[in-house]
């Protein structure tokens, strides 16, 4: 896997199968405690590749993922990216605060009608107020956040009261 590339380098990362198997377990039990199942429709927004031929969407049949590529919001693929949201129908969105702020701001800006989604899953970054603000207008539905100390480990999560719960099995791994 990689890293998810927010500083503009993607650092390349490996697991075993047991450990892979492992890492999912505890990622989806996180999104079962916020109403996402299994098979469940969602977007996973993240910086995939910076090669501009790379697609904009790509679709996980095994977790039925809609994966959008960071860098094509950038690009200003804007509306194709908000299109394809909102004819997918995720029941959870899980990203940087950052893109899908972008995302909201020019859906704000352009009166494009909000997208519902059930769970709106943010991580490894601060979200600011007036982010949450446009956030709330253009994606409603319930925020949660995590934080963890490196890159896809949970050693605590986080709802919309900005308190965190440790994740007890962190602490045994």
């Not at 377990?25 to 995939?48: E, L, P, T, Y």
């Not at 860098?71 to 029941?91: K, M, N, S, V």
């Not at 702020?101 to 007036?130: C, D, N, R, S, W």
Request: glycine letters at 4%; hydrophobic letters at 35%; a neutral charge.
């Amino acid at each position: 896997t990689q890293t998810s590339g927010t500083t503009s380098q993607m650092t390349l990362l490996y697991r075993s199968q047991y450990h892979e198997a492992f890492r999912r377990a505890v990622v989806w039990r996180f999104h079962s405690q916020h109403g996402h199942n299994f098979r469940d429709r969602w977007v996973a927004i993240a910086c995939r590749s910076f090669d501009p031929r790379s697609p904009v969407c790509e679709y996980n049949r095994l977790e039925n993922c809609l994966l959008i590529n960071t860098y094509h919001i950038i690009r200003g693929c804007r509306d194709e990216i908000l299109e394809a949201i909102r004819d997918f129908q995720p029941t959870m969105i899980w990203t940087h605060p950052s893109p899908l702020g972008i995302l909201a701001e020019y859906a704000f800006a352009k009166g494009i009608q909000p997208i519902e989604v059930p769970v709106i899953a943010t991580f490894a970054e601060k979200m600011y107020p007036h982010i949450r603000k446009v956030l709330h207008e253009v994606f409603p539905g319930k925020y949660i956040n995590y934080f963890a100390n490196r890159e896809n480990s949970f050693a605590s999560w986080g709802n919309s009261d900005d308190r965190f719960y440790e994740v007890s099995e962190y602490c045994h791994m």
